[in-house]
Antibody, heavy 121, light 107 residues
Framework: EVQLVESGGGLVKPGGSLRLSCAAS????????MNWVRQAPGKGLEWVSS????????YYGESVKGRFTISRDNAQNSVHLQMNSLRAEDTAVYYC??????????????WGQGTLVSVSS | EIVLTQSPATLSLSPGERATLSCRAS??????LGWYQQKPGQAPRLLIY???NRATGIPARFSGSGSGTDFTLTISSLEPEDFAVYYC?????????FGGGTKVEIK
């Protein structure tokens, strides 16, 4: 069974940093591209970042480019999102999502349950 | 950036009725359009990919159609568990974008 479990969310002050992690199991992690998608409270979905299976191709949404960094550790079956210079508008539930292949872009076929990031003074 | 506009924002229907949801793209996305369902407190779930292909385990009452800029998600006969928010998403180019969502609520 495919499982994605996010961790690392919490309350942080504007300008602060946070590192999210997503632990994957139930599939050959090193064969699939991974993503982060967020959802502000009561709002819709926003794609944040994608990384292909080998970390060769990495993409970011405009709103986080230059502040967030996605990475993966295929030996540890995990993907991470380093978030710096956080703003109030980054407040959201952050979902880790697998795509249905090793390539990008592709469809988000499995999602974690999300981790809440709150940016407030 | 490709903007996806979903309509209506809210659809009020009764169980057993047919639901028709629309997603319009600001430019052609060919058939690279997908649909997700999200229930309160849950992560989204992939329903339809490449405009008309059902994802694994998705019931046949869900169907997708369209190409280019106009797409439709149809639920042929609403079951109680289908009342949720539905999002479309394009993977034609970067950045990946989602529509604003359509809430299907019980009338």
């Amino acid at each position: 069974e495919v499982q994605l479990v996010e961790s690392g969310g919490g309350l942080v002050k504007p300008g602060g940093s946070l590192r999210l992690s997503c632990a994957a199991s139930g599939f050959t992690f090193s064969s699939y591209s991974m993503n982060w998608v967020r959802q502000a409270p009561g709002k819709g979905l926003e794609w944040v970042s994608s990384i292909d299976y080998s970390s060769t191709y990495i993409y970011y949404g405009e709103s986080v480019k230059g502040r967030f960094t996605i990475s993966r550790d295929n030996a540890q079956n995990s993907v991470h999102l380093q978030m710096n210079s956080l703003r109030a508008e980054d407040t959201a539930v952050y979902y880790c999502a697998r795509v249905s292949s090793g390539g990008l872009p592709d469809w988000f076929d499995y999602w974690g349950q999300g981790t809440l990031v709150s940016v407030s003074s | 950036e490709i903007v996806l506009t979903q309509s209506p924002a809210t659809l009020s229907l009764s169980p057993g009725e047919r639901a028709t949801l629309s997603c319009r793209a600001s430019q052609s996305v060919s058939r690279y359009l997908g649909w997700y369902q999200q229930k309160p407190g849950q992560a989204p779930r992939l329903l339809i990919y490449d405009a008309s292909n059902r994802a694994t385990g998705i019931p046949a009452r869900f169907s997708g159609s369209g190409s280019g800029t106009d797409f439709t998600l149809t639920i042929s006969s609403l079951e109680p568990e289908d009342f949720a928010v539905y999002y479309c998403q394009q993977r034609y180019n970067w950045p990946l974008t989602f529509g604003g969502g359509t809430k299907v609520e019980i009338k």
